[in-house]
Structure formats: C-alpha cells, structure tokens
C-alpha cells in the first residue's frame, strides 16, 4: 500500500474537499486562529448540554460545588484540545498523523484504532440522540412519532452528516459559522423561556458533597466534553497560518468549545436543581425532558435547533473519523473514508433505533471504557507538543525510516500501562446492561472497593492522563531533542 504524498496543492472539485491525511500546501493556509471559534461553538452550543446540569448534580454535590466543576472541567478540557491543535498549525496534517512523532510511523496505529472506534462511537451515539429527539418532541406536540417518522428522521439525520463530512474542511467551517447563530439565538430563547421554572431557593438549599463526589463530577464533565474532542482537535488547525500564535490558536480553541456549555450546564443545575422530578426524568430522555418545560409554539425551533447542533457535532466526527481512518494505512480518498464512516454511522442507528431494546446501555459502556487510553494517549500528546521548540519535519511524518521511526515503545508502553491502571481504577456505569464489563475497578480495593466513595469517581481517566504526560515530559525529553537535532542538522546541510 503505497504512502500519500507529503505534500498536497489545492484539490477540489466543487465543493468537495479531496485533500487527506497530506501536508496542507502553504497556499491553502489562509486560516486565522479566531477561525477556530466557529467549528467549535457550533459544535458545542447544543441544548443537551443542559442536561449534565442534572448529571452532574446525580453525585450529590451541590449547586456551588456544580458550579465551580462545570467551569473549570469544560474550560480546562477544552484547553487540552488547544494544546494539542498547536500541532496542526506546526505539521499541517490531521491529529492522527501528527500523533506519529510520539508513537512512531506505525506505532501510531495502536492510538489510531482507539481514536478511529471513539469517533464512530460517539457520533453514532449523537445520530442516535437527534432520532429518538424527533420521535419525542413530535409526540409532544401530539404529531406522528411511530415508525414512519423515525425512518424520516434517520434518513435526514444521516444524509446531513455525510453529505457534509464528505465535502469536507471548508464547506463544514462555513455550515458551522451559520450554525452557531441560529443554535445560539434558539438556545437563548429557550433560557428566556424556561427561566421562570428556577427556584434559587431550592438550588440554594442542595447540600454539599464529598470530595470524592467532586472529583467524580470533573472527571465526568472534563469526559463528555473537551477530553471527547481531543482526538480530532488538530483538525481543525492545519489549515492555520506557519506565523498564527500558538497562544491565540489555544485561546480561541477554548473560548469556541467551552464558553456556551459552561452557560448551558450552569442554567442546566438551576433546572435540575429546582425540580427533582425533572432532574431524574433527564436521566432516561434528556432532549425530551427539557422540551416538556416550552409552549408548544416553540417546540419545532427547540427541535430543529437540538437536531442541528447534534448533527453539527456529528459532522466534526465523522470528518475526523475520516481522517484517522486513512492515518492507518487505508488507502482510498478523503471523501470515500468519510463516506465510510458515515455509513457505519447510519447503520449503527439503524440498528439501535429500529432493532435493539437494550443495545444503548453497553454501547455506552463500550466507548467509556475507551476513554480510559484516550486520555493516556493525550496525555503523551500534550507533553510531545510542550516539549518540542521546532516545527515538525512534515516528510517524517510518512517515512517510518525517518526522525521519528517505525515505532516509539516509550509511548506505546506509557499507554499501555497506564490504560491498565486507569481501568483499575474505574467502574462500569452500566453494570446491568454490561455485566461483560464489569471486570473493571480491580484497583479500587485500598479506596473502599467497587461500592466506596471513590468508585464513582472515575479516578482513572484523570490518573491515566496525568501519568502519561508527566511519564512522557521525563522519558522522551531526550528522545524528542534527538529529533530535533537531527531537523537542525538537516536544516544546516541544505543551506
């Protein structure tokens, strides 16, 4: 299977983008770090955010409590995502690729299948929310919501998402930037008209929670939000100007992604917070849940603005998903990678809405556990990224003979073992659905076992993130400045 070329000049037809997993040409970096916002808020403005009001909540902490981990989980996951989408303006290739000089040409494929299955996961999983939302809110508005609504709504679900994901970069950032008013403006309403149900005496009244239930409750957040991006975030930076500031590409990366769902979460735990009964009923249908709380009259914006935003997430992923697929050695197109996945994405919905009654418990369960090595492999990221003073050599990148090698054991073995600990130290949320997962939470017994304080802490994302980066800053320092003498050596010969 023959490797891409390194470079790539503009390739379109129409407006598809057929630029892969190859160097973005100098010509075709015309992107300015404040760019990033769009993607990232139209991404993130989705109403369901409110609903980790009432998860976040479900760990007995109170609304103060809630309020200080909403602000600094999503903001410091989102940061996460910023450092790490510096390296797309320094090598100019998708996350996956760059992910290489920590892993090596091939190493990479072991994070690469992890990334590749999150993605598919977590944007079938929105494909799924933005069906069943439809079947909910019509039948709230006392419209049709049996079979033939739900074939509609897939079929519309899954045709924007692939329709988009294939035409790629620069028709998702423009789709994006139109998204971002129209799910702001009908978030907004929305807050308007739901403000009347908040009972800041009740919300006052929760009382406070462990440490440990706040932990829990970070880890949970930083999860759902930044940390599920993470593994696409230098995406969306590749096409950023050699002379962008890589402080403004980490500013603009976390005000996008975080700055509408700590508002959302927040006005989320003053719903949750004020009514006990909705709070529980969020657990089991969250879009449907919020929408019982509007007038009818505003039903259809609120769907089509939870549908939108839903899809807007999906699309990202995909795209990526796309991406990370080609990073492992497939060797077909942009368009048909994503094409692909898109349609794993349909028939993965398909199947739950349609033919499964108990699928969406392990499935869940499934791509939490691969959070757990997600959040490793960030962690080694993060520290490759920091560590580094130089530009990547774009052509390494594509030569398993070259300054980052064939494969890195430091990083693959950082990886493993602190995936190892990291599962130790978490339990399967959907012990009932998926007895076969309950092998996890082996390390927990010093902490007070599986039923302890600190079982639902899900300490073992956060250690596996930390080790892994911390283990990485000390081990590969030397390697990493290997590399980077080697690029200078080879910067001197040429001149």
């Given amino acids: ?78 940061l996460l995502c910023g450092l790490i989408a510096i390296a797309g303006k320094r090598g100019s290739t998708p996350t996956m690729v760059l992910s290489r000089a920590a892993f090596g040409v091939h190493g990479q494929k072991v994070p690469g299948i992890v990334s590749w299955l999150t993605s598919i996961g ?18 709230a508005m006392g419209l049709p919501s049996g079979t033939l609504v739900l074939v509609v709504a897939t079929v519309f679900v899954a045709a924007l998402i692939v329709a988009a994901s294939v035409a790629g970069y620069h028709t998702i950032m423009k789709m994006q930037s139109i998204l971002t008013w129209v799910t702001g403006l009908v978030t907004i309403l929305y807050i308007v008209l739901t403000l009347p149900h908040v009972d800041l005496d009740a919300v006052m009244a929760i009382p406070h929670g462990s440490s440990q ?21 230098a995406d969306w930076s590749r096409y950023q100007k050699r002379t962008a500031s890589d402080g403004a590409i980490v500013l603009w990366n976390t005000v996008g992604g975080a700055v509408a769902p700590v508002i ?61 697929l080609l990073s492992l050695g497939i ?22 809405v349609f033919f499964s009654t108990d699928f969406l418990g392990p499935f869940q369960s499934f791509l939490i556990t691969l959070g757990v090595p997600l959040a490793s492999w960030a962690g080694i990221l993060i520290a490759d990224i920091l560590t580094r003073k130089r530009d990547y050599d774009e052509a390494a990148l594509f030569d398993a003979s070259g300054r980052y090698g064939s494969a890195d054991w430091t990083s693959i073995l950082t990886m493993a073992v602190a995936s190892v600990i990291g599962w130790g130290l978490v339990v399967n949320g959907f012990a009932e659905e998926a007895a076969w997962n309950n092998w996890q939470g082996y390390l927990l017994g010093p902490l007070g076992g ?3 304080d600190w079982a639902w802490s899900n300490l073992g994302v956060l250690v596996a993130l930390v080790l892994s980066f911390l283990v990485t800053l000390v081990a590969r320092r030397g390697t990493i400045r290997r590399q980077e003498q080697g690029q200078y050596a080879a910067t001197a010969e040429v001149r």
């Avoid at 239930?213 to 975030?233: C, E, K, R, S, Y």
């Fill in 264 to 324: 959302l979460v927040i006005f989320g735990l003053l719903l949750a917070g004020s009514d006990p009964e909705l709070m529980d009923a969020v657990g089991a249908d969250p879009i449907g849940a919020l929408a019982t709380l509007l007038p009818i009259w505003v039903l259809i914006p609120f769907w089509l603005t939870a549908l939108l935003a839903l899809v807007s997430g999906a699309v990202l992923g995909i795209y990526s998903s796309g991406l990370t």
């Fill in 213 to 233: 239930a706040v932990i829990g409750a970070l880890v949970m957040v930083m999860t759902g939000f930044g940390l599920g991006w993470i593994n696409i975030a």
């Fill in 331 to 352: 060797d077909i197109p942009r368009p048909a990678a994503a094409a692909i996945d898109g349609m794993i994405l349909t028939a993965g919905t398909i199947f739950v």
């Fill in 450 to 452: 599986k039923e302890g």
């Fill in 122 to 139: 977590w944007e079938t999983f929105l494909a799924i929310m933005a069906v069943l939302a439809t079947a909910t809110v019509f039948s």
């Fill in 1 to 78: 299977m023959s490797s891409p070329s390194p470079t790539t000049e503009s390739r379109s037809s129409g407006v598809i983008e057929h630029t892969g997993i190859e160097v973005i040409a100098e010509s075709e970096r015309t992107a300015r770090p404040r760019d990033l916002f769009w993607p990232w808020f139209a991404a993130n403005v989705s109403v369901f955010g409110m609903s980790y009001g009432s998860f976040v909540l479900g760990f007995g902490i109170s609304f103060i409590q809630a309020t200080i981990v909403a602000a600094i989980g999503i903001t410091v996951s989102f």
